[in-house]
């Protein structure tokens, strides 16, 4: 996802502003560029290919100047900042445009120019410069041409725009996409994500959809789409600046995958009552009562939330005895879902920002569901749409694939089993002292499994030039294949596909040859029956797979030796309850997945798919 960055101020903004985009690297990209104003004058720097290639250009020559925007995006290879000459000569106005997300409709904004001005513009940041140079007369200011010009965009971006005839002015406008405010002393930030400017202030404002800002060094408007002025919260931002750095790992991935005990400990911290086992969540926004009168629940997500979602269903079908459905939020959006007032809907995402589960919430609002977030995000829409919320306060998640948020949604989800069982009497408080154990104790289980790093590299080189690949799993554990097999695909560009091991006979045993390698999910809580007869199931699909000519590799609990009699490699994890298991599973499949892609030479922190997305998971 392209990214943009401003600053205006006191200081050179050239530096700031690079320094930003290089902490939005991990957001994907092909170009990058930034436009500084000094004065009447801009002082414009572009390059394709990495940020390096645009440091490079401004060493080359330099640029001087106390304001500017910046931005690193998809396009083709072609920078995507307005060409200040090619708008000027156009409109007689001189506009620079940085643009992060895509806006959906500009070919129908283009006809509403004059045949002259359609032709000249490359890019959608020219197009939308034209756009705003268009309205840019008569004495309307830079704000009130950004709002005109923006009136009938859709999609989901967001802008930064300035004027040669407004010099020190930065206008800001958030269209769909998420867009923070900064607020600094004698100096303010504009950018559409917080690691950006975390070094430079912890002080942000949000922007709701529609709002156009604008920053001077002496401070910030808020206005809405009618041009109010509004006033939007300031947040304190209490993630270490530090989190957003590399920590001395070679990719932001590794370090995340390894932040994971930390993550769930934070998602669980001051939540659970250690002695009764009572979950305790104070900003669900659904009282108890409302609780007991459900009916039943709708879990949303996209990409690895939904993953999230189903195992979400195991944990409260079985804590809380309650039905629950789990809906893609790209399917939702556009479909008529029987829900009405007794339906609790859980909308889950790391960002809080994903556009088609926010479409879903807006849906299951109007059909009068009540919903709760699940997300690492307490400024974002949908916290501040829902009822309530759970925040995973896993801190910021720099590289593409999600990897420590989901394991913190899996804890967060976990935690809203447990309370909504206790609410409805169906977890007894020595059920409750069980979980709470297991909950409690699953960071040092985390641990456990992250010393398998060195075996899953090494069983690594034996998918790293696989063709294919199967994932299996059965009951809970059915997601967490589904997981393994999209971090594979999503990270080494391997072919691979999550499969209900019990649906093997109805297709994919006829793939099944020595050119495949399978990868099952084998682990077993003994204390618990139905798993026991999942675990003899896979026992008996991994010899059929062996005597097939398949080459399998098992993740399996320690000490399990049955599974290693068939198996070419066995990943042993801890053991712990059926519940909790998917998320010691987790740790290996995300670390082959790392160490399969390192082999194969691909960008770790900057997956092509993510990054040419408009919305995150």
Not at 52 to 74: C, E, F, K, M, S
Not at 330 to 359: H, K
Not at 463 to 485: D, K, Q, S, T
Not at 578 to 595: F, G, R
Request: hydrophobic fraction near 40%; include cysteine; charge should be positive.
């Amino acid at each position: 996802m392209s990214g943009i960055v401003g600053y205006v101020g006191r200081k050179q903004a050239g530096p700031i502003i690079l320094e930003g985009l290089r902490k939005l690297e991990y957001r994907g990209y092909d170009s990058a560029g930034l436009a500084v104003g000094s004065s009447r004058a801009f002082h414009v720097r572009q390059a394709a290919g990495t940020l390096r290639n645009l440091q490079a250009a401004v060493r080359l020559d330099p640029i001087q100047g106390t304001y500017g925007i910046g931005h690193t995006g998809w396009t083709s290879g072609r920078a995507n900042l307005a060409d200040p000459d090619r708008t000027s000569r156009a409109t007689h106005s001189g506009i620079i445009v940085a643009v992060a997300g895509k806006p959906s409709n500009l070919a129908a904004q283009r006809a509403k120019l004059p045949n002259a001005l359609r032709q000249s513009a490359r890019t959608d940041s020219e197009m939308l410069a034209l756009l705003v140079g268009s309205h840019l007369e008569n004495g309307v200011s830079l704000e009130e041409a950004v709002r005109r010009a923006t009136a009938g965009i859709r999609g989901s971006c967001a802008i930064a725009a300035i004027s040669k005839q407004e010099p020190g002015k930065i206008v800001a406008a958030r269209l769909g996409l998420a867009a923070m405010i900064g607020l600094g002393k004698n100096e303010n930030f504009v950018t559409s994500d917080v690691p950006a400017i975390l070094s430079r202030t912890r002080d942000m404002i949000q922007l709701e959809d529609r709002d156009i800002a604008v920053l001077t060094r002496r401070g910030v408007l808020v206005t809405d789409w009618e041009a109010r002025p509004v006033s939007r919260p300031v947040h304190h931002v209490l993630w270490d600046p530090l989190m957003a750095e590399k920590s001395g790992y070679k990719h932001f991935m590794l370090k995340e995958i390894f932040e994971q005990p930390r993550s769930i400990r934070e998602t669980v911290l001051g939540r659970l009552n250690e002695e009764s086992g009572k979950v305790v969540l104070d900003e669900l926004g659904v009282t108890p009562r409302e609780l007991r009168e459900i009916s039943h629940l709708t879990v949303i997500g996209s990409g690895s939330s939904w993953h999230a979602g189903l195992i979400a269903k195991a944990m409260i079908e079985q804590l809380a005895h309650v039905h629950v459905e789990v809906e893609y939020g790209s399917e939702f959006r556009y479909s008529d879902p029987a829900i009405d007032e007794r339906v609790l809907s859980l909308v889950i995402s790391q960002s809080g920002e994903t556009a088609d589960t926010l479409a879903s919430q807006e849906l299951a609002h109007e059909k009068g569901s009540k919903t709760i977030a699940i997300c690492n995000s307490v400024a974002s829409r949908i916290a501040h749409t829902a009822r309530g919320a759970i925040y995973t306060n896993a801190g910021p998640e720099m590289a593409a694939a999600s990897t420590k948020s989901f394991a913190s949604q899996l804890a967060a989800l976990y935690l809203f089993a447990m309370h909504l069982g206790q609410v409805r009497g169906q977890l007894t408080p020595a059920g409750s002292m069980r979980c709470a154990r297991g909950i409690l104790g699953l960071p040092g289980l985390v641990e456990t499994a992250l010393e398998l790093a060195g075996r899953c590299e090494r069983i690594a080189r034996q998918l790293a030039h696989a063709g294919r690949v199967l994932f299996l799993g059965r009951g809970v554990h059915y997601p967490i294949a589904l997981e393994g097999a999209r971090k594979l695909q999503e990270l080494a560009h391997i072919p691979a596909i999550g499969c209900a091991a019990g649906e093997m006979r109805h297709g994919p045993t006829a793939i099944i040859d020595a050119d495949l390698i399978v990868v099952v999910i084998a682990t077993v809580d003994p204390a618990h029956r139905s798993s026991q007869l999942r675990y003899e199931r896979i026992v008996a699909q991994v010899r059929e797979l062996a005597a097939r000519q398949a080459r399998v590799i098992c993740i399996a609990n320690q000490g399990d030796r049955r599974i290693s009699e068939y198996a070419h490699e066995v990943i042993p994890v801890p053991r712990t309850h059926e519940l909790l298991l998917p998320v010691v599973e987790l740790i290996p499949l995300q670390l082959l997945a790392y160490h399969v892609a390192v082999l194969r030479g691909l960008d770790i922190d900057q997956t092509l798919d993510v990054g040419r997305s408009v919305s995150s998971n």
